[in-house]
């Protein structure tokens, strides 16, 4: 390797990019053993991971910079779900080469998105093999106040925020090669909610955000609230490009089970929805109220039955 793995990590994964506020909470950052971190007195920590795995979670040829954003961005978006506010992360890379443009359009990327959400690079490992982007995030949010799955009760509202199925429909147009529709965009670069998160904090009963599809992503509110969601296709947020496609079937599955929107789906008593609809104002984030809690299990689309629930690692061919 004609850079090693120390000049690497200066070059790409430190400097003014990368450097973090005073204030906030790093101790000692990347370059010892440990990163040293303060959590903020009254905060609870909320830490979650994920892998992006080339060929799995995004076809391998993308462009270095939409890998960096969505890897960091599905990370945030986890913090997102739970109302935290972005603190830390660390960085675990496996590339199969040291390619220098690679390098630096990821790098360049990643300090950009973690700029915008204030979120240190603290650590992380760098290893050979084949590409996979493991980010750890670290957030906090006032002890006791993060929203959780498990708190939806029926006679709640479901609401979702954005367009959900946007960004499968992106998916579809980058694999046919096109990146410049408002769909692709959405699937390249997707906008964690932390703002919306947070607002919903004390407002929200349940939150969670959209990975594996609005309907696989519902079931698990319901699962973890023991309530049943219901969604009501009549009331789904299409996008115009969405709306615009020649099946109304296909383009309900698609928002109903298609992934990666990273948008909020969250429940709240209906005396909230004043509250909610000038947060989303505020915000300018389009909150629609999509459907109801019931007593019950699961999560179901009146009427409708979407081709595909949700993507599941190891139980789908
Ligand atoms: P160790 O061998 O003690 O685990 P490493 O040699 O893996 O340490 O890493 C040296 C330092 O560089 C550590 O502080 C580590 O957190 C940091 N680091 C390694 N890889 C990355 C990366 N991809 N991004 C940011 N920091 C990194
Ligand atoms: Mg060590």
Redesign the pocket.
Known sequence: MALG?FEL?ARY?TGDRFAYQPGAGVVLG????CAILRVPDGEDLLVSIDTLVAGVHFPARLDPAHIAHRALAVNLSDLAAMGARPLWFT?A?TLPAIDEHWLAAFADALAVLAQRFGIA?V????TSGPLSITIQVHGAAPAGSALRRSGARPADEVWVSGTPGLAALGLRHVLAGSRDTVAARTFLRPEPRIALGSALRGVASAAIDVSDGLLADAAHIAERSRVALVIEPRQLPLAPELAALAGRDDALSLALGGGDDYELCFTAAPGRAPAIETIAAGLGVACTRIGRVEAGEGARCTGFVPRRAGYRHFADD
Request: without cysteine; proline residues 0%.
């Open positions: 793995e990590i994964f990347v370059g010892d053993d960085l890379l690079l650590g992380g490992d760098t």
